[in-house]
């Protein structure tokens, strides 16, 4: 996505826009950052392990071949700030910017809040909120360099309305709700621009593990009677990460097929 800015003395450059986007080895995490190099971005292609490292490579190689974008894959725990830091300042040092941070990594540790483990609380929420409030604070320096900026978080209809069993993982997107509005409220005078992106029931591996009357149960309360796509949230995203979305801050959008209704 080249395009054309003017510096701080006014002249007028051509730039490449570079994104990070968190957990994006598989799932919709990989759809989003298909759809950011597509769009002509260079893309930084995240995972949390050694062991999701070769996917993380496999899916950079794709946009490069794909796409011809100049992508990188990085592990980084994002739960840890130092991991985060380093994650998007390699993005910065290979792309020489940084315009887009998505927020998708994520964890669930589900259970009955009663009996429920502490560490297993406090895992989904050092890595689904704190991890994304890590990401945008080490973001936010270059961003605000640059006056230009796109944070989105990946949130949930279960961050708005909660779920049986994931207390921890409904806390730690609804707290991503707060994390958005606050920073949007901070840095829209620098057109940084902060939004959370709510799906419903995407099909990934976790519903395809559902036994049929599940997923019956499910398809039943979704207006649109059938389960999403990762590249239904990839588009979404895409919009927010471009130009034409700058005057929409502090927004949560549902990606659901009308289940919030």
Do not use: W
Request: hydrophobic content about 45%; aromatic content about 4%; overall charge neutral.
């Amino acid at each position: 996505m080249e395009t054309k800015i003017n510096d701080a003395a006014g002249a007028e450059t051509v730039v490449r826009r570079a994104a990070v986007v968190t957990g994006s080895s598989r799932g919709i995490g990989r759809a989003i950052a298909a759809e950011l190099a597509r769009s002509g971005m260079d893309v930084c292609v995240n995972c949390s392990s050694e062991s999701g490292l070769p996917a993380a490579e496999s899916a950079a190689a794709h946009l490069r071949d794909a796409y011809g974008a100049n992508a990188i894959a990085v592990r980084a725990d994002v739960s840890s700030a130092d991991e985060a830091k380093r994650l998007v300042d390699a993005a910065y040092e290979a792309f020489g910017r940084l315009d887009v941070l998505v927020n998708n990594a994520g964890i669930t540790r589900d259970g009955l809040a009663a009996r429920m483990k502490e560490d297993d609380f406090d895992a989904v929420i050092a890595t689904n909120l704190k991890g994304a409030f890590n990401c945008c604070k080490a973001a936010t320096s270059y961003m605000m360099k640059q006056r230009f900026g796109r944070m989105i978080f990946m949130g949930s209809v279960v961050g708005l309305a909660g779920n049986a069993g994931q207390a921890n993982y409904a806390a730690s997107k609804a707290g991503l709700v707060g994390l958005a509005k606050s920073l949007a409220k901070e840095l829209a005078g620098r057109n940084i621009t902060a939004n959370v992106v709510a799906p419903g029931f995407i099909g990934t591996d976790m519903t395809d593990a559902l036994s049929e009357k599940q997923q019956a149960a499910i398809l039943d309360r979704i207006a649109a009677k059938r389960f999403g796509a990762p590249e239904d949230v990839a588009a979404l995203v895409g919009f927010l990460a471009g130009e034409r979305a700058g005057y929409i801050t502090g927004q949560v959008i549902g990606v659901d097929g009308g289940m919030s209704l």
